[in-house]
């Protein structure tokens, strides 16, 4: 008997063993995507869905996304350079005893303004050649006319002539050629006194803004200038623009800059000529823009940074908080029904402040998550 019960018992303990356990996991078995009590957020494939009961209801803030016209804007350093065409090196024609300094350092000068004057051997041989070539051509050039009479009264022949004009136009060569030797030294043999030294003139109107010589140097080395002259009345802007911002750019378009050497002024221009050549090695090129500069603060050689002013048109624009980075891509977290969040990845523009611009990926209209974005990654 006693063998009996203690057989019913055991059998009791396993039937209530396996009773229990089966309740145990049915109540631990959750429907598919089910909300569980006091769940913030679930997942449903690439949703978030932010349950009733859900404390995140009460932190979560959206947005609804509008498209405004913008002007958009590019940013580019830039250098402060002197117009090519108002800055000339000044070189001595010839080399030659430097024999005085007729400007300083920070002078202005006028177009054809004499700079310095030099003693050249050179020079004066080619005067020499000068007065020598006209005597030639003078003393032919009567040979040529008493011939023609001689002719004319039949005392000389045909041949006496003919080689008279080639005598005369032989020696008028060598006038002519020894006449442009002088003027392209900038001498008038017609004007000027013969004997003078060589004199250099400045080519165009401007300042002083570099000295390399002293009185009484001897100048061997034509390549190497004696001082240079520029207009700085108008300068140059030269922005480098990456080559992919290229396209957002054209000839007339306005900007704003600022130069590090006065922060706080604003000056504006307009693009003069965009580069036609990208370099090879850093992948920009170079845009120039004229500004003027009549009291020459803006000195070449000045770092800038330029703004190029876009023209206004609809942009899609959020705040930066709306944006959430994942690797190199850009998210932002949509309300496509109420509660239930869906991410879109976009393309981003340029930052105007604490809002950005979206330029791929998202419409007006749309119903965006402020911040918070990154406790959906």
């Given at each position: 008997?006693?063998?009996?019960?203690?057989?019913?018992?055991?059998?009791?303990?396993?039937?209530?063993?396996?009773?229990?356990?089966?309740?145990?996991?049915?109540?631990?078995?959750?429907?598919?995507?089910?909300?569980?009590?006091?769940?913030?957020?679930?997942?449903?494939?690439d949703l978030v869905v932010i349950p009733e009961q859900s404390s995140l209801r009460d932190r979560l803030k959206f947005v609804t996304?509008?498209?405004?016209?913008?002007?958009?804007?590019?940013?580019?350093?830039?250098?402060?350079?002197?117009?090519?065409?108002?800055?000339?090196?000044?070189?001595?024609?010839?080399?030659?005893?430097?024999?005085?300094?007729?400007?300083?350092?920070?002078?202005?000068?006028?177009?054809?303004?004499?700079?310095?004057?030099?003693?050249?051997?050179?020079?004066?041989?080619?005067?020499?050649?000068?007065?020598?070539?006209?005597?030639?051509?003078?003393?032919t050039r009567r040979a040529l006319t008493r011939q023609r009479e001689l002719l004319t009264n039949k005392v000389a022949a045909q041949?006496?002539?003919?080689?008279?004009?080639?005598?005369?136009?032989?020696?008028?060569?060598?006038?002519?050629?020894?006449?442009?030797?002088?003027?392209?030294?900038?001498?008038?043999?017609?004007?000027?006194?013969?004997?003078?030294?060589?004199?250099?003139?400045?080519?165009?109107?401007?300042?002083?803004?570099?000295?390399?010589?002293?009185?009484?140097?001897?100048?061997?080395?034509?390549?190497?200038?004696?001082?240079?002259?520029?207009?700085?009345?108008?300068?140059?802007?030269?922005?480098?623009?990456?080559?992919?911002?290229?396209?957002?750019?054209?000839?007339?378009?306005?900007?704003?800059?600022?130069?590090?050497?006065?922060?706080?002024?604003?000056?504006?221009?307009?693009?003069?000529?965009?580069?036609?050549?990208?370099?090879?090695?850093?992948?920009?090129?170079?845009?120039?823009?004229?500004?003027?500069?009549?009291?020459?603060?803006?000195?070449?050689?000045?770092?800038?940074?330029?703004?190029?002013?876009?023209?206004?048109?609809p942009q899609i624009k959020v705040p930066t908080t709306v944006i959430v980075q994942s690797g190199e891509s850009s998210f932002v977290?949509?309300?496509?029904?109420?509660?239930?969040?869906?991410?879109?990845?976009?393309?981003?523009?340029?930052?105007?402040?604490?809002?950005?611009?979206?330029?791929?990926?998202?419409?007006?209209?749309?119903?965006?998550?402020?911040?918070?974005?990154?406790?959906?990654?």
């Open positions: 008997m006693g063998m009996k019960i203690k057989k019913d018992w055991h059998l009791l303990a396993a039937v209530l063993i396996v009773i229990t356990s089966t309740t145990f996991i049915g109540c631990n078995r959750a429907e598919p995507n089910a909300v569980m009590p006091g769940a913030k957020f679930e997942r449903q494939g996304v509008s498209a405004d016209k913008i002007q958009s804007q590019l940013s580019a350093p830039a250098v402060v350079e002197a117009d090519p065409q108002k800055y000339a090196s000044i070189f001595p024609p010839l080399s030659g005893h430097l024999t005085k300094l007729h400007v300083q350092l920070g002078d202005s000068v006028t177009n054809g303004q004499l700079l310095a004057s030099l003693e050249s051997p050179d020079f004066f041989t080619a005067q020499d050649n000068y007065v020598k070539a006209k005597s030639v051509e003078e003393l041949k006496d002539v003919e080689q008279a004009v080639s005598d005369y136009e032989s020696a008028k060569s060598d006038f002519d050629t020894a006449s442009q030797q002088l003027l392209a030294y900038g001498f008038n043999p017609e004007t000027d006194k013969l004997g003078q030294p060589l004199r250099v003139y400045s080519p165009l109107t401007g300042q002083v803004v570099d000295m390399a010589s002293a009185h009484g140097e001897y100048r061997n080395d034509v390549t190497m200038p004696l001082m240079t002259v520029a207009d700085l009345s108008t300068i140059w802007l030269t922005a480098s623009v990456q080559e992919k911002d290229l396209r957002y750019l054209t000839k007339g378009q306005e900007i704003s800059a600022t130069l590090t050497a006065y922060p706080g002024e604003k000056i504006n221009g307009a693009i003069l000529f965009i580069g036609d050549m990208v370099d090879s090695d850093i992948r920009v090129a170079k845009v120039r823009i004229a500004v003027a500069n009549l009291q020459t603060r803006f000195k070449p050689g000045m770092f800038a940074t330029v703004n190029f002013l876009g023209y206004p048109e977290f949509e309300q496509i029904k109420p509660w239930v969040l869906q991410p879109r990845k976009v393309t981003t523009g340029s930052q105007l402040g604490d809002e950005t611009i979206v330029t791929r990926g998202l419409d007006a209209g749309a119903s965006v998550l402020v911040k918070e974005g990154v406790l959906f990654q």
